[in-house]
């Protein structure tokens, strides 16, 4: 058992933050949540107590939409649009990874810098190539953090040196499964691009696989007017874009992550809740790509569930903090642009989003409960407390204002994450 | 004479950067540009040269629109719109500027963190206080920093703490004028907060000082729905809320700065054309008070001029850096939302938006053009530098990843900068 002092700070529910000032956390052995206390429980009297004096603990923060290997793209070719962006930057980039050298170059910085940024589970895609795709789940086991990786299929409209065959894509899943068998914290995610990057024959050949071995799926959806368009041409029979997934098995059969979905609605909407389907909303992406703003407020109403996604390098930051700004602020255009029908989303439920809702696709993860895997950062805020702010207030500004400097440790499933060698 | 070599990087014209890989920039004892050369004229030839090896030189930042009394509320306080967040928040901050100590402490930050984010002239609302209104006016010119100050005129709607005569309003803001007199980098602003604020009364009053004086003016125009309609009810006279300002003298009879202009159409904008009347985009702020999205490209397809402007504590971050992402980004959901009809801005246009477009209101300054005051910034983006990217991609990673760390140098007026004291 271990017991922290600290101000602590999480959201069982979406309406409203549980703060404890100068609270405790009890951590079992198995890295899960005894409980959190106002005052130390009689039971621990005398137990050593980790005290983080004024610092802020929170639950760490959960990406669930990332490319790894467009990290060297992050922060350039912001003048394009989605599909000219993909085949002028994105394909070039990613058909890099055949090299190892070159893929664990990248791929040890995108580690780190997770780290940096205070994310500890990350659901990822990687690329077709099988021994890169390994060495990102090895990379993220031996740093101790938790990751779902995605060996991408895509066999069509992509370049050469960026498609795999249907036998490949599912071998190679299978392979990336086995290699990981055992790996509490890593795990493989079928990763179909995208319907345009994969033939009928893949995506029921990758929704086979998915059902045979309960994996989860991760995929695009409804991103952009003219993605949408050119589905609609790929699926003729698809009644909406989700549903050409669904057909083929990849909607919500096993656990499923759809990225974007900016223009989501109707029977898609319906699709989607019926099936339990993931929004993973990315709204530093959304702007950079001018793909548009994804309507999260309808989702929460329609009881979609919603996490949260940095998206690299359709976005410009890794920070979840910094995508959970940009999605309060989306969600304030959206009720500017609806004059007021839509509310906005407020703080608690931003926090919520990013840890407990996020964190629900990797189970018991995100929040302080009882029985919820201790992933936590301490923040010491006392460059940005320049005036005694309350702690709700506090940790209002370091989302705003924060960076990876206020950073001061990081756990993950209970265990304190050093910082991992670049 | 200063001769400086470095990556220099800078937009004498919206369409594009001006690149000098390797280049030299020669400063005059005047503190302005000689001229930027790809090689080291023969005249120069064994002059000293401060060599800032792999480093990116380019123009320094300017924010058309902060307040500064509203430091303390920075990244608080963002679950509301305008005027209710006006009411409860930022008025009560405000008052609290009758205190010069509580002035000095927070005025004090602020100074140092503009000059931390790179910021070298800034156009900013004071309070209604006189004392506190000369101490900013003196931190800026101690630190060496170029600054307007307004004095703010409000006489109605707000609390009686905050509240000055029209007597007042042009009586202190002639004293901190006078008290400026031959400051060559700090001076004095007209500044009615906004028309629901001021009764016609000091309108005109601050409109015949302006003239008098050929005093510069700032206030607020078309932000937020709510905040028109009212205009529209006190002003019923007026064409749009713009006009109003036109009728007591405040809209181009002098240099004048509008802030937000997020509704800004038809009539409005002919007369900021006419008038040449600066729109400052606050898009920060616009998206934390749900205000909307100001149509840039329009104003730039008009030729209405342009600056940005941090708007804190609308807006929730110092860095005009972060603000011209947030330019960009906005430009890209009206481009989206537009189906294509409005182009959204290119990097090198918004980061014109940031310097020369914006420091026209200082004068020559925001460019390295010669006769242009030589503000400046040396960035050390090694640590961002992680796969040898193009200069321009460099820079258009600094303003995405970028902050303060990489910030290694400031020069205002040809001056270096030293970091002011806390």
Not at 11 to 16: K, R
Not at 19 to 32: H, K, T, W
Not at 291 to 313: H, Q
Not at 332 to 355: D, M
Request: hydrophobic share 40%.
């Amino acid at each position: 058992m271990k017991l922290y002092r600290a101000n602590i700070m999480f959201t069982p529910s979406p309406e409203a933050f549980q703060v404890l000032e100068g609270g405790y956390v009890a951590v079992n052995d198995n890295g899960l949540v005894e409980g959190v206390y106002e005052q130390l429980p009689a039971e621990y009297k005398g137990a050593e107590v980790t005290d983080f004096g004024d610092k802020l603990l929170i639950p760490a923060m959960n990406d669930l939409h990332v490319h790894a290997p467009q990290y060297r793209n992050q922060g350039i070719a912001m003048d394009l649009e989605l599909l000219p962006w993909l085949n002028t930057y994105t394909f070039p980039e990613e058909s890099k990874y055949k090299d190892l050298a070159y893929a664990e170059k990248m791929y040890r910085r995108f580690v780190h810098d997770l780290w940096a940024n205070g994310t500890m589970r990350t659901v990822a895609f990687a690329t077709i190539h099988p021994e890169a795709s390994k060495l990102l789940a090895d990379l993220f086991t031996t740093a101790g953090m938790s990751a779902m990786i995605g060996l991408v299929g895509m066999n069509r409209n992509g370049p050469d040196t960026l498609s795999n065959t249907t036998e490949e894509a599912v071998r190679d899943t299978e392979a990336l499964m086995n290699h990981l068998k055992g790996n509490k914290l890593v795990s493989a995610i079928v990763t179909p691009r995208f319907v345009p990057s994969c033939t009928p024959d893949m995506l029921k050949a990758l929704g086979e696989l998915a059902r045979k071995y309960n994996l989860p799926v991760q995929s695009h959806l409804s991103e952009n007017r003219s993605e949408i368009a050119w589905v609609k041409e790929l699926e003729p029979e698809s009644t909406c874009y989700g549903d050409a997934y669904r057909r083929y098995g990849l909607f919500g059969d096993t656990p499923t992550l759809m990225a974007h979905c900016c223009y989501t609605e109707g029977e898609e909407l319906r699709l989607m809740k019926e099936n339990h389907v993931y929004v993973v909303h990315c709204p530093t992406s959304n702007c950079n790509l001018a793909s548009g703003m994804a309507p999260i407020r309808t989702f929460l109403n329609e009881g979609v569930p919603v996490a949260l996604g940095s998206d690299i390098s359709g976005g410009h930051h890794l920070s979840i903090f910094r995508v959970m700004q940009y999605a309060l602020q989306i969600s304030k255009l959206k009720y500017a642009e609806s004059k007021g029908a839509l509310k906005f989303l407020t703080l608690s439920e931003a926090f919520w989003l990013a840890t407990k809702s996020g964190g629900a696709f990797f189970g018991k993860v995100g929040s302080f409960e009882k029985g919820y895997a201790f992933d936590a950062l301490v923040i010491d805020d006392a460059d940005l407390n320049i005036d005694n702010y309350s702690l709700p207030h506090r940790l209002e500004r370091y989302v705003y204002l924060g960076d990876d400097r206020q950073i001061v440790k990081r756990f993950c499933a209970g265990k304190e994450i050093a910082e991992p060698k670049i």
